[in-house]
């Protein structure tokens, strides 16, 4: 069984479990340390000290192809591959190569569907127009789907913020089970966006549904203020907050085959100042729903917070 869990226990200790698929610690650092941590350059936005943690109920295995580190069991594997500082001064270019040395990694351990993918960038809104950091990773991205074959229908759930510290790392899980990928009937298919959002539009899924060793799991996109393609709010957390909440619910009821229920939150933060009141809000009205709340660059420099879900 998949779980994430929000936890304090030390790195050391938390690594030497063989149940432990990956450890994503909130530190400032964004470049390999140990397989099976992986280091996103993302802040805690709390006084409390906690990392991510994704386990499972098989143990895993652990290692290193080139430069990208795997760990995976026969029903999983988690694939990460970092970018150095130089590397970001191309981030078209070297983000496709990262995505293809990931999805080269994938099937050569068996795996057939990608389902989840996280992308941490340092300073994503740098840039103006077309020249903008994450409409160039945007790119990088979709050329890579391309020369794998992965088309519009079959891109996984995702979700890309900024971080401020140097390098970048992409990381994902795989299966060999099939998901369902779904779409938000009130948004524009990311992928369809129109022209003023880059040369390429966001490859991913609003959300990816997945059946493992019959337990089934729904795993929702970082989700934000937009409507169609727009976005709602501007310099109103509040309503933001109100928006996201109705797209993350719009897609529990319409993108939610086996009526899964939410399990945990990741919530990414724009400005610290907007911590408390965010989490404040969101435990309010999701008192059962674990939360981990980061302070994070949104894809759009008009967007002040983004949720991901993970549900059981």
């Given at each position: 069984?998949?779980?994430?869990?929000?936890?304090?226990?030390?790195?050391?200790?938390?690594?030497?479990?063989?149940?432990?698929?990956?450890?994503?610690?909130?530190?400032?650092?964004?470049?390999?340390f140990?397989?099976?941590?992986?280091?996103?350059?993302?802040e805690?936005?709390?006084s409390?000290?906690?990392?991510?943690?994704?386990?499972?109920?098989?143990?895993?295995v652990?290692g290193?192809?080139?430069?990208?580190?795997?760990?995976?069991?026969?029903?999983?594997?988690?694939?990460?591959?970092?970018?150095?500082?130089d590397?970001?001064?191309?981030?078209?270019?070297?983000?496709?190569?990262?995505?293809?040395?990931?999805?080269?990694?994938?099937?050569e351990?068996?795996?057939?569907?990608?389902f989840r993918?996280?992308?941490?960038?340092p300073?994503?809104?740098?840039?103006?127009?077309?020249?903008?950091?994450?409409?160039?990773?945007?790119?990088?991205?979709?050329?890579?789907?391309?020369?794998?074959?992965?088309?519009?229908?079959?891109?996984p759930?995702?979700?890309?913020?900024?971080?401020?510290?140097?390098?970048a790392?992409?990381?994902?899980?795989?299966?060999?089970q099939?998901?369902?990928?779904?779409?938000?009937?009130?948004?524009?298919?990311?992928?369809?966006y129109?022209?003023?959002?880059?040369?390429?539009s966001?490859?991913f899924?609003?959300?990816t549904?997945?059946?493992?060793?019959?337990?089934?799991?729904?795993?929702?996109?970082?989700?934000?203020?937009?409507?169609g393609?727009q976005?709602?709010?501007?310099?109103?957390?509040?309503?933001?907050?109100?928006?996201?909440?109705?797209?993350?619910?719009?897609?529990?009821?319409?993108?939610?085959?086996?009526?899964?229920?939410?399990?945990?939150?990741?919530?990414?933060?724009?400005y610290?100042q907007?911590?408390?009141?965010?989490?404040?809000w969101?435990?309010?009205?999701?008192?059962?729903?674990?939360m981990?709340?980061?302070?994070?660059?949104?894809?759009?420099?008009?967007?002040?917070?983004e949720?991901e879900?993970?549900?059981?």
């Amino acid at each position: 069984m998949l779980k994430q869990l929000f936890i304090s226990t030390p790195v050391k200790e938390v690594l030497a479990d063989d149940n432990t698929l990956a450890l994503v610690p909130l530190v400032e650092q964004c470049e390999p340390f140990e397989v099976g941590m992986i280091t996103t350059g993302l802040e805690g936005a709390t006084s409390v000290s906690l990392s991510e943690l994704w386990t499972v109920s098989q143990p895993t295995v652990r290692g290193q192809t080139g430069n990208t580190y795997w760990s995976k069991n026969s029903d999983i594997i988690c694939i990460a591959h970092w970018l150095s500082k130089d590397d970001c001064y191309n981030i078209e270019q070297n983000t496709q190569k990262a995505y293809k040395a990931v999805l080269s990694v994938m099937t050569e351990h068996g795996f057939s569907y990608p389902f989840r993918f996280w992308n941490y960038l340092p300073a994503i809104n740098a840039g103006t127009g077309d020249d903008e950091l994450y409409k160039k990773f945007c790119t990088g991205r979709l050329k890579a789907f391309e020369s794998a074959g992965l088309t519009p229908e079959n891109f996984p759930a995702a979700s890309a913020l900024g971080h401020h510290s140097d390098g970048a790392v992409i990381y994902m899980f795989a299966s060999n089970q099939k998901p369902q990928h779904f779409k938000n009937n009130n948004q524009v298919n990311a992928y369809e966006y129109p022209r003023q959002y880059g040369i390429s539009s966001p490859s991913f899924a609003r959300a990816t549904a997945l059946n493992l060793n019959n337990i089934n799991y729904l795993f929702i996109s970082g989700t934000a203020s937009i409507i169609g393609h727009q976005t709602l709010g501007e310099n109103d957390l509040e309503k933001q907050l109100e928006v996201t909440q109705s797209n993350i619910e719009h897609l529990l009821t319409t993108a939610n085959p086996e009526n899964l229920s939410l399990s945990t939150f990741k919530v990414y933060i724009r400005y610290p100042q907007d911590v408390a009141f965010t989490q404040n809000w969101l435990e309010a009205r999701y008192p059962g729903v674990d939360m981990l709340f980061t302070i994070a660059d949104i894809c759009r420099k008009e967007l002040l917070v983004e949720i991901e879900c993970f549900c059981l």
